[in-house]
């Protein structure tokens, strides 16, 4: 198992000590790599975004895919069809996303 590491910024509104902002370290949960490694692009970065670790662009994009109606989910498609599979997968496929934890976090990271 491999950790998958971040820093992130907390805004304002998060922060009670007053700040600006300030930069905290976020661990993600221990991933088996290798099977990571199998997964289409589109499902990884859904992974990466559903722990918080996808960046600004990819974040923003699965937001804007989940807020999307069928049609603009659609042209979306054209440009991203991996991350808009891997999205359709997640909101539809009954059982698909604790059986993607699964394989990727091993029994104990299912339904977390």
Same mark, same amino acid.
Request: aromatic share 10%.
């Given at each position: 198992?491999?950790?998958?590491?971040?820093?992130?910024?907390?805004?304002?509104?998060?922060?009670?000590?007053?700040?600006?902002?300030?930069?905290?370290? *976020?661990?993600?949960?221990?991933?088996?790599?290798?099977?990571?490694?199998?997964?289409?692009?589109?499902?990884?970065?859904?992974?990466? &975004?559903?722990?918080?670790?996808?960046?600004?662009?990819?974040?923003?994009?699965?937001?804007?895919?989940?807020?999307?109606?069928?049609?603009?989910?659609?042209?979306?498609?054209?440009?991203?069809?991996?991350?808009?599979?891997?999205?359709?997968?997640?909101?539809? *496929?009954?059982? &698909? &996303?604790?059986?993607?934890?699964?394989?990727?976090?091993?029994?104990?990271?299912?339904?977390?």
């Amino acid at each position: 198992m491999t950790a998958l590491a971040v820093a992130c910024r907390v805004s304002p509104a998060n922060n009670d000590r007053g700040e600006d902002d300030m930069t905290v370290d *976020v661990t993600a949960p221990e991933i088996d790599a290798a099977e990571f490694a199998k997964l289409d692009q589109g499902t990884q970065r859904l992974f990466k &975004w559903q722990y918080h670790l996808a960046s600004g662009f990819y974040t923003k994009l699965f937001e804007l895919i989940f807020k999307a109606d069928k049609t603009n989910r659609a042209r979306l498609a054209r440009g991203f069809p991996k991350e808009v599979e891997a999205a359709n997968n997640y909101k539809t *496929v009954s059982g &698909w &996303w604790p059986d993607l934890q699964e394989r990727i976090l091993g029994p104990e990271g299912r339904g977390s």
